[in-house]
């Protein structure tokens, strides 16, 4: 068994294309050494009774067993990887393949990619999406644009914002504006609706006070920004000349994207309950259109995963019976 004791790895390096990840992750150790790293950082392996710093891995637990005292710790607790009963490996593909679509990836396609059950797909992306949406976040700040769309559809004949009803949902945007040209970080949200107190709420937690707030002149925006110290620069459409999307680019780019994103590869399938977590995995992505490594997001959602509590299926789906010991699907 002396064999099988795993060397820490030393270096971060991770691979950008499937050839270069099949080739740094050959099988569930790999993935186990990697993992362990960022589980117990440069230190390495302790063990929690009696401070070895050698261990052995057991794959089909994925458990690490101190080579001195023989006590077992679970790589994947505390993880949304949690009670998972598939090989490491599979869910480090899992998350590459997350990363490396930059139109995000539907349970279907991962499922027959994965070769899992569509259950098991779809659970893991949840989990994934919870995993990114737990990230700490910075308010955005300098130019900043926010409007609002509607996911699912318009109520005809409704004066003013629509309601939100199972089948639309109200989503909010703030996108900061660069100078002179091109977009920074976004923030998204599903909001119960257009009134100031909800819009309010949305704008003091993504938006730096002191910002100059542009927006259309809906009414619900004028509070809000008046209580947050923005500099509020609001545009009466009505009166100018330009249509919605050249007065706010920034934010009419973002929503053409997202509804291209639910439309395309969700297949406008997602639900006003799930909507939320969507928007969490857009906002990652969005956020770091910019980065050159592919390995790079690979690390983030990693470290994502890794810190974020785990998330159990019927959690997921918002079960009244949330208190029933269940096990974690797949």
Known sequence: MSDNVIPLPRDDALPGTLSGFMERFPDDEACAAFLRLWRYGEEGFACPRCGGTSAWF????????????HKQVSLTSGTIMHRTRKPLRLWFLAMFLFVVSKQGISAVNLSRQLGVSYPTAWTWLHKLRRAVSGRPKTQLHGVVEADETWEGGLRKGQPGRPKVSEKSSLVAAAVEILEPRGFGRVRLASLADGSAASLGEFLSTNVESGSVLRTDDWRSYRKPAAAAGYEHVAYNLSKIEQA????????????SLLHRVLLGTYQGAVSHKHLPSYLAEYEFRFNRRKSRSRG????????AVVAATPAFYWQILGRPDAKTPLRAAA
């Open 58 to 69: 057991l794959p089909s637990r994925h458990l690490d067993e101190c080579t001195a005292c």
């Open 244 to 255: 919605a999307h050249e007065v706010l680019p920034g934010s009419h780019r973002v929503f």
């Open 296 to 303: 790079l997001l690979f690390q983030r959602l990693l470290s």
